[in-house]
């Protein structure tokens, strides 16, 4: 089944700085790459996606990109804010049949 | 607030017990989808319900079960609990079955297997 790793596991940065957070998978049938924050105390909430025909989405201070070949896509944080303080999940589905998460990654942001 | 509510918040139980999770999914979803999330680990998927049916299962273990009312509530049923049950259990609900699509996640139960 579909694989997917995530890194770094916490990250710390100063308000104001980029962070950025990366995802391999393994299956290259793989098709629909999504994103989910989870603050404390919350489920988990999609921040944003990106599908395998697209290379780079943007929604305001928040970027993800998909490289198809190394299959890998990242999530691209800039001009971070403390409320940007959470756990960020990506994740892979495959065959619109099967969704695996990564591990997670504890962000702060530290003002 | 995502529309989809989960109950209990907490539940804490002894080992060999069976309890009961029950998640309503947003208005018009017709997909279910249940998580486990063990402490500092990511989201394990159980098993997703499409419109009462069973669509697609996960990591989920023989002792779990789970099913999806005609109303589409779903409930998840833990049997002969183990400490290491002890987790965050989440329902997620999307509109459609296919899991390419935005899911919209409760607030979890917090279930303490002592």
């Known amino acids: 089944g579909e694989n997917v790793e995530q890194h770094p596991s916490t990250l710390s940065v100063q308000e104001g700085d980029s962070a950025v957070i990366k995802c391999t998978y393994s299956?290259?049938?793989?098709?629909?790459f999504p994103w989910y924050k989870q603050e404390l105390g919350k489920g988990s909430q999609l921040i944003i996606d990106?599908?395998?025909?697209?290379g780079e989405k943007k929604d305001q201070r928040i970027a993800v990109t998909l490289n198809k070949t190394a299959k890998h896509f990242s999530l691209h944080i800039t001009e971070t804010q403390p409320e940007d303080s959470a756990v960020y999940f990506c994740?892979?589905?495959?065959?619109?049949?099967?969704?695996?998460f990564g591990a997670g990654t504890r962000l702060t942001v530290k003002p | 607030d995502s529309g989809v509510t989960q109950t209990p918040k907490h539940l804490i139980t002894a080992t060999g017990q069976r309890v009961t999770l029950r998640c309503s999914p947003r208005?018009?979803?017709?997909?279910v989808y249940w998580y486990q999330q063990s402490l500092d680990q990511g989201l394990q998927f159980l098993i997703q319900?499409?419109?009462?049916?069973?669509?697609a299962k996960g990591n989920i273990l023989e002792r779990f079960s789970a099913q999806q009312f005609p109303d589409l509530h779903s409930e998840l049923n833990l049997s002969s609990l183990e400490l290491g049950d002890s987790a965050l259990y989440f329902c997620?609900?999307?509109?459609?079955?296919?899991?390419?699509?935005?899911?919209?996640f409760g607030p979890g139960t917090r279930l303490t297997v002592l």
């Open positions: 997620a609900s999307s509109a459609s079955g296919s899991t390419a699509n935005e899911q919209f």
């Open positions: 299956d290259s049938a793989s098709n629909y």
């Open positions: 990106i599908r395998s025909n697209v």
């Open positions: 994740a892979a589905s495959i065959y619109n049949n099967d969704m695996r």
């Open positions: 208005s018009g979803d017709l997909s």
């Open positions: 319900y499409y419109n009462g049916e069973e669509r």
